[in-house]
């Protein structure tokens, strides 16, 4: 089986879905690793160093397409609409693709990439199950995205973080506010909590409290009765009005006070929720420092504005959307693991192999034979029922015992 790592497209995107260090474990599994000319650059991944571990570069991307029985991405269609498009014209009937896709929030992509024929895993869909741990993507990305928010907070600050006893007399640790305690916001309080911050929580999850707080940061608890908060897969819920407005009055008078708020609640496919507002902005300190998350989807702060540093009543509000990409070394790492389990996970004696029984299938696979056969997406789109297709050749049907192991590579 030849998988195929293409160069991103997308503009400023820098991380590489496969990394130099993944290519002996993938070919041991018989899978032969082609990387397009350039792919690694911009994380710091020459092509001489694919190479030296087995790798075979291609200088021609659309000859790259027409070898490849998979490719992988970081960003597919879905996530990058606009470069990603020319790439319609190279798939092949029945090619393998994987990667993120943004499926909910962009799904008429899906539709164009079924239109191709591929057989398309949208990988931000993997579900949280134990055994999927080492593939899912947007953990390890948001493990990076809430890391990289503390030290923009901290860079444009304009104090010190830590408890600094002097002989000029005592510097106060700074106050940081985490909105979300999903992984990104779990990072940003174990980051903030290293650089000596004073760290308080919220997050709409009852069950997220003793996360919170076995990190370092005190949970904060509004009284909001949230028993629907939380779905099947351990994604926030979207609450109704009338809670999202007892939520916002409630964080306003919880953020005011603190140094740094960081923002991270975001429902899958839908607009960002609104919980910061102009009134609880006003109340932070001068010099304060929002760092809003969801900015991508609309934001969680209402003076957000995506990519941009807005400055209104003395409180700077960045609006990051590709924190993941500003460290490309660890994230490519990161993401490469990943992607490495995903592989190994349905390759059987060198071929790709699909069980429909695996929950893991079940949830990432988008489209195959000509449509979209995820339900959730079908659904979004107005489709009916899925069209039972068979199966295009590269793709074995797995036994239901089948199982895949990722070893560390040595």
């Known amino acids: 089986m030849h998988v195929a790592v293409l160069k991103e497209t997308y503009p400023g995107e820098r991380r590489v879905a496969v990394i130099p260090a993944m290519v002996p474990l993938l070919l041991k599994s018989g899978i032969h690793v082609q990387i397009e000319a350039g792919a690694g650059r911009a994380a710091g991944f020459l092509d001489s160093a694919y190479t030296e571990k087995g790798a075979e570069v291609f200088p021609d991307r659309q000859a790259l397409f027409q070898s490849a029985d998979v490719i992988v991405q970081v960003r597919c269609l879905g996530s990058n609409p606009n470069d990603g498009r020319p790439d319609l014209a190279y798939f092949r009937e029945g090619q393998i693709v994987a990667g993120m896709c943004d499926p909910l929030g962009n799904p008429q992509a899906i539709r164009d990439l079924a239109g191709c024929g591929v057989t398309l895993f949208a990988l931000e869909l993997m579900p949280r199950i134990t055994r999927a741990q080492n593939m899912d993507v947007r953990s390890s990305m948001a493990m990076i995205t ?63 409290m003793e996360q919170i707080a076995s990190l370092g940061g005190k949970p904060v608890e509004l009284k909001l009765a949230t028993a629907e908060s939380e779905d099947a897969d351990g994604y926030a819920r979207k609450l109704t009005e009338e809670k999202q407005d007892q939520e916002r009055a409630l964080l306003a008078n919880a953020i005011a006070g603190h140094d740094v708020c960081i923002t991270t609640a975001a429902i899958p496919g839908q607009p960002s929720p ?89 949830s990432t696979l988008v489209a195959q034979g000509g449509q979209v056969v995820h339900p959730r997406i079908r659904e979004l789109l107005g489709l009916g029922p899925v069209v039972e297709q068979t199966p295009s050749k590269p793709i074995r049907e797995a036994n239901e015992d089948d199982e895949y192991e990722l070893e560390d590579p040595s």
Do not use: W
């Open 274 to 362: 609104l919980l910061v507002t102009v009134d609880a902005v006003r109340r932070m300190p001068p010099g304060s420092v929002i760092v809003d998350l969801a900015a991508e989807l609309g934001g969680n702060c209402e003076l957000t504005k995506a990519d941009e540093t807005v400055i209104e009543h003395d409180v700077t509000i960045l609006g990051p959307t590709n924190l993941p990409s500003t460290l490309p070394v660890h994230a490519s790492q990161l993401y490469a693991k990943n992607i490495a389990a995903f592989l190994m996970h349905f390759t059987n004696q060198g071929r790709f192999a699909i069980n429909p029984k695996d929950q893991i299938a079940g």
């Open 146 to 208: 809430g890391y990289k928010a503390v030290l923009l907070a901290a860079n444009h600050l304009p104090k010190m973080f830590p408890l600094m006893m002097t002989a000029g007399g005592t510097l106060k640790a700074a106050k940081v506010f985490v909105v979300g305690a999903g992984v990104a916001g779990l990072q940003a309080i174990a980051t903030a909590r290293r650089l000596g911050a004073i760290v308080d929580a919220y997050d709409v999850r009852p069950a997220a």
